[in-house]
């Protein structure tokens, strides 16, 4: 199954017609990105009213991205938000406003929540990536979501806290909170590093994707393809490692969303294409 976040329209109110868009592409799902003015989820009506969409369009919600800022508006992030912050005021509101994505479900069942560890890098300091308070975060959203029926997935993203051994490193500590698991997000792991080895090194843990592609220096949400990534090692890896859920395109904010979304088609191709090839080779492997 491959999908669409609606990163891609950040800075506007979702609304149906991005889900007509997403659909009309060939896309079979959607992330959510949980940013009040894009997506109120503190709002049952709006919860409500997504639903219908996602009736009349057939996509399926695999899954909300949990709000990393109070609001993003001129390309720009406002109010930023760190689960893993040392202040504990400033974390607590953090936790508050994922709690109330995690409730949506109540009323809009999904799958899997994505999570950030602190805040990437260099845009962090020190005090937004704390990893004790990461873990009395994770441990007081783990019954929530527990409740709810949702799984949490730690995404891979610039800063220490969040490399995919790190991470890995995490969810296999006594860490009192149950279904975690990490969102590999290809193209921050590209940024630290190989991009096999993170996958490699997530191995039994990865329960989601983010797929976007950079030029090895910035974080540039292009469309897989117009970077420097080696996909066909990455997808290949992703196999071997037996990760069998969505694939989500994570693509940057544009104005041209049509254009982008035919260059995701494209792409999707590709992938689809590779991962037949990466069946037949694994399979004459006898793996």
């Not at 996509?59 to 938000?81: C, E, K, M, T, V």
Request: charge should be negative; hydrophobic fraction near 45%.
């Amino acid at each position: 199954m491959f999908g669409v976040s609606t990163h891609l329209y950040l800075g506007e109110r979702l609304e149906r017609d991005h889900l007509v868009e997403i659909a009309a592409h060939s896309f079979d799902a959607i992330e959510v990105f949980a940013v009040r003015n894009h997506f109120d989820y503190h709002d049952r009506r709006a919860a409500i009213a997504l639903a219908e969409w996602l009736d009349d369009t057939r996509l399926s919600l695999q899954s909300f991205h949990a709000p990393i800022a109070l609001d993003y508006a001129n390309g720009s992030w406002r109010g930023g938000l760190s689960l893993a912050a040392a202040d504990e005021t400033r974390r607590k509101q953090a936790v508050e406003e994922t709690r109330a994505v995690l409730e949506i479900a109540a009323v809009l069942p999904y799958q899997v929540l994505v999570l950030h560890a602190g805040v990437p890098e260099p845009h962090g300091k020190p005090a937004d990536n704390h990893l004790a308070s990461m873990v009395r975060s994770l441990e007081d959203l783990s019954p929530v979501a527990e409740r709810v029926g949702v799984r949490m997935a730690v995404e891979v993203i610039p800063n220490a806290l969040s490399t995919a051994t790190a991470l890995v490193e995490l969810l296999e500590s006594d860490l009192e909170a149950t279904g975690l698991g990490l969102c590999m997000d290809v193209g921050h792991a590209r940024l630290m590093g190989d991009v096999v080895d993170a996958i490699e090194n997530s191995a039994g843990h990865v329960l989601t994707t983010h797929l976007h592609d950079n030029r090895g220096r910035t974080d540039d949400h292009l469309v897989p393809g117009q970077g420097v990534i080696d996909w066909d090692a990455a997808l290949l890896a992703f196999q071997k490692v037996g990760y069998d859920g969505v694939w989500m395109f994570e693509l940057a904010v544009s104005p041209e969303r049509r254009t982008v979304l035919e260059r995701a088609i494209k792409a999707r191709e590709r992938f689809e294409s590779l991962l037949r090839i990466g069946d037949e080779m694994l399979g004459s492997d006898g793996v």
